[in-house]
């Protein structure tokens, strides 16, 4: 099991994923909140058989895994049912997180959580390490990526924590405005940093 947690977080496009991707060159453990929110529901998983049970077989596709854009319809327009989906997913992305923590075999790891500080999960890390870039940027970036408009991602810019949130609870900052080039150096000096710390716990 990894010693020390880094909670790694930043809003949507800020660059979260290119940054834990220069730290796994280093052979550093990432558990990533995204890919864990779909594990949870994958077949056979017991979010799944409840969320088939409270919605029904329909709410499955062909393969029999779930049908994401449905479920979204779904609680989209039915607060009740968003709630319920919530109280189901929320402790199973943290018990199933937890786990991934104690199966971690790197002297640290991360975790990286895009709603670290709006859910508090930072409760779960020993540090909390944040990718920082202006909102212009973020926007621009974003919008290169998933193809969506300006407005799609202004509204879930604006359901997240502000730039001043996130970094009130930065023990460390990534600065991401600059190209990918500069990112090697800052993750690089924070590799060593957080070696030294997960052994200063240990030791
Ligand atoms: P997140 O995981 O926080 O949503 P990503 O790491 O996916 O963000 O980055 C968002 C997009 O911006 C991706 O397409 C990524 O390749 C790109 N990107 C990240 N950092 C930079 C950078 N410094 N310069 C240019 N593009 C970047």
């Excluded at 077989?57 to 609680?75: A, F, T, V």
């Amino acid at each position: 099991m990894s010693s020390y947690v880094i909670g790694v977080s930043g809003g949507i496009g800020s660059g979260k994923t290119t940054v834990t991707d220069c730290f796994k060159q280093f052979d550093i453990d990432v558990i990533d909140a995204d890919v864990v929110a779909r594990q949870v529901v994958e077949p056979g998983t017991q979010g799944l058989q409840a969320i088939t049970e409270k919605f029904g077989p329909q709410i499955l596709d062909k393969q029999g895994e779930l049908n994401r854009s449905q479920l979204r319809q779904l609680i989209f327009s039915n607060a009740e049912h968003k709630n319920w989906l919530n109280n189901l997913l929320h402790p199973a992305i943290r018990t199933e997180m937890a786990k991934q923590i104690q199966d971690a075999k790197s002297s640290y790891c991360l975790l990286s959580v895009p709603l670290l500080i709006e859910n508090k999960l930072y409760e779960m890390v020993d540090r909390v390490l944040i990718v920082d870039v202006s909102e212009s940027q973020q926007l621009a970036r974003t919008i290169l990526r998933d193809k969506s408009n300006t407005e799609q991602i202004q509204a879930i810019m604006k359901s997240q924590a502000t730039r001043e949130q996130r970094l009130a609870f930065a023990d460390d900052v990534i600065d991401n405005n600059g190209p990918t080039e500069n990112l090697q150096q800052q993750v690089s000096l924070l590799h060593h940093r957080y070696l030294d710390l997960a052994k200063n716990k240990t030791s």
